[in-house]
Antibody, heavy 119, light 107 residues
Framework: QLQLQESGPGLVKPSETLSLTCTVSGGSISSSSYYWGWIRQPPGKGLEWIGSIYYSGSTYYNPSLKSRVTISVDTSKKQFSLKLSSVTAADTAVYYC???????????WGQGSLVTVSS | EIVMTQSPATLSVSPGERATLSCRASQSVSSNLAWYQQKPGQAPRLLIYGASTRATGIPARFSGSGSGTEFTLTISSLQSADFAVYYCQQYNNWPRTFGQGTKVEIK
């Protein structure tokens, strides 16, 4: 059973870059059957898809965030990462990482990491 | 971008009753639709993928149906553990998109 764990700072200043890492255990991050994704949820609101990455490095991003988002993968560390630049208070959210079989549905989720943007 | 619209926003149901949740896509997503359950303070949990295939460990009281643009999640006999928010998500097109959620509350 795949397990995912987010890590990173819980507080980021406005205009700075949010950085989170997701560590995968219980399976191979290099599996050809999986993409790896990031989703966020502002307090009290719904789910927003951020982007997905394949182990080869191919990425797909939400057009609304594309100019600020970078998702990367480090297969040697069994990790994939999210960087979101020029953050504002609107980027305050719980950020989830998840496994995405065949790039489709979100099967296994991390517990979530609350990131607050504030000075 | 495909817009996913869920209805109703809130559904009040008594334990033991049936709950029917709807999800509509702004264009066809074939059967590339998933449903998730989220309880307060928890990550979402996958219930259904492929519009009707239950994920591992999901009880049979949860069922999904539909294709194209109209989808339904049915909970046949609501238990206390089922009161939560439910989201649909399409994975037919990029970007992936979620519905805004339906809250199932105790009547």
């Amino acid at each position: 059973q795949l397990q995912l764990q987010e890590s990173g700072p819980g507080l980021v200043k406005p205009s700075e870059t949010l950085s989170l890492t997701c560590t995968v255990s219980g399976g191979s991050i290099s599996s050809s059957s999986y993409y790896w994704g990031w989703i966020r949820q502002p307090p009290g609101k719904g789910l927003e898809w951020i982007g997905s990455i394949y182990y080869s490095g191919s990425t797909y991003y939400n057009p609304s965030l594309k100019s600020r988002v970078t998702i990367s993968v480090d297969t040697s560390k069994k990790q994939f990462s999210l960087k979101l630049s020029s953050v504002t208070a609107a980027d305050t959210a719980v950020y989830y990482c998840a496994s995405v079989p065949f790039g489709g549905w979100y099967q296994n989720w991390g517990q979530g990491s609350l990131v607050t943007v504030s000075s | 971008e495909i817009v996913m619209t869920q209805s109703p926003a809130t559904l009040s149901v008594s334990p033991g009753e049936r709950a029917t949740l709807s999800c509509r896509a702004s264009q066809s997503v074939s059967s590339n639709l998933a449903w998730y359950q989220q309880k307060p303070g928890q990550a979402p949990r996958l219930l259904i993928y492929g519009a009707s295939t239950r994920a591992t460990g999901i009880p049979a009281r949860f069922s999904g149906s539909g294709s194209g643009t109209e989808f339904t999640l049915t909970i046949s006999s609501l238990q206390s553990a089922d009161f939560a928010v439910y989201y649909c998500q399409q994975y037919n097109n990029w970007p992936r998109t979620f519905g805004q959620g339906t809250k199932v509350e105790i009547k």
